[in-house]
């Protein structure tokens, strides 16, 4: 199988725009891609632990402990973006999701990574009003609004500049840590706890769906 190795982009560029008080870096890097007829994507990914997968209309987008993998549809183009080759904040990719405009938008244990199709930006506590937490998920509702997962600080709302948390105090959720987020068929958002609690998230606001836990115990109890 021949490969040709593309270096794309040219010189490291960072461009500094203020948006509503803030300050967002955009930074263009060198990077590698692999151009190539058939890629065996098994071994590509072999040893590696994928965290969640996402499609735009372009490509495909995989989230592992070992940074992102783009899949050009069209031709098969694989770009791999880690730590070293990008603005990527960690290699330890939790979660992904893209908006209505095609941004993809991925979690990390040190902050956010979002691409717009034409350049890479980190999303932080330095350029964001964001906890200092591990972020373990993210997803996007139907008004494309972000809800991202935190390890122990919550469920954050992203919409657009404005960041709102939500915790065991001041919504139904019972844990600060949150396990996963998910879409329903009926494109509303499904919140899983550490205590495996599911909170749901519609345009009728966030209920809980169940306690898990309590169930899992209930059934234990009469066994």
Same mark, same amino acid.
């Given at each position: 199988?021949?490969?040709?190795?593309?270096?794309?982009?040219?010189? !490291?560029?960072?461009? @500094? %725009?203020? !948006?509503?008080?803030?300050?967002?870096?955009?930074?263009?890097?060198?990077?590698?891609?692999?151009? =190539?007829?058939?890629?065996?994507?098994?071994?590509?990914?072999?040893?590696?632990? *994928?965290?969640?997968? +996402?499609?735009?209309?372009?490509? *495909?987008? @995989?989230?592992?402990?070992?940074?992102?993998?783009?899949?050009?549809?069209?031709?098969?183009?694989?770009?791999?973006?880690?730590?070293?080759?990008?603005?990527?904040?960690?290699?330890?990719?939790?979660?992904? $999701? $893209? $908006?209505?405009?095609?941004?993809?938008?991925?979690?990390?244990? #040190?902050?956010?990574?979002?691409?717009?199709?034409?350049?890479?930006? +980190? /999303?932080?506590?330095?350029?964001?009003?964001?906890?200092?937490?591990?972020?373990?998920? /993210?997803? %996007?509702?139907?008004?494309?609004?972000?809800? /991202?997962? &935190?390890?122990? !600080?919550?469920?954050?709302?992203?919409?657009?500049?404005? &960041?709102?948390?939500?915790?065991?105090?001041?919504?139904?959720?019972?844990?600060?840590?949150?396990?996963?987020? $998910? &879409?329903?068929?009926?494109?509303?958002?499904? +919140?899983?706890?550490?205590?495996?609690?599911?909170?749901? @998230?519609?345009?009728?606001?966030?209920?809980?769906?169940?306690?898990?836990? =309590?169930? %899992?115990?209930?059934?234990?109890? #009469?066994?």
């Amino acid at each position: 199988m021949k490969s040709t190795l593309l270096h794309l982009l040219h010189s !490291k560029v960072f461009r @500094i %725009c203020f !948006k509503a008080g803030a300050i967002i870096k955009y930074a263009f890097f060198p990077f590698l891609m692999v151009e =190539s007829q058939g890629v065996d994507f098994n071994a590509m990914l072999h040893n590696q632990f *994928i965290t969640a997968k +996402v499609e735009t209309e372009d490509a *495909i987008w @995989i989230a592992t402990n070992n940074g992102l993998w783009e899949i050009a549809k069209d031709n098969q183009h694989v770009l791999h973006l880690t730590e070293t080759n990008s603005v990527l904040p960690s290699n330890h990719v939790t979660g992904i $999701t $893209t $908006t209505s405009n095609g941004n993809v938008y991925a979690t990390t244990d #040190k902050g956010i990574f979002r691409y717009d199709g034409y350049a890479f930006l +980190v /999303i932080n506590t330095e350029n964001a009003d964001l906890p200092k937490a591990k972020l373990t998920s /993210i997803a %996007c509702d139907k008004n494309d609004n972000l809800w /991202i997962g &935190t390890e122990g !600080k919550g469920l954050i709302l992203m919409q657009g500049n404005h &960041t709102k948390i939500f915790t065991h105090s001041n919504s139904p959720l019972s844990s600060d840590a949150v396990h996963a987020i $998910t &879409t329903d068929n009926d494109g509303n958002l499904r +919140v899983t706890l550490l205590n495996l609690e599911e909170i749901k @998230i519609s345009d009728r606001g966030m209920s809980r769906i169940s306690d898990l836990l =309590s169930l %899992c115990n209930e059934l234990a109890k #009469k066994n």
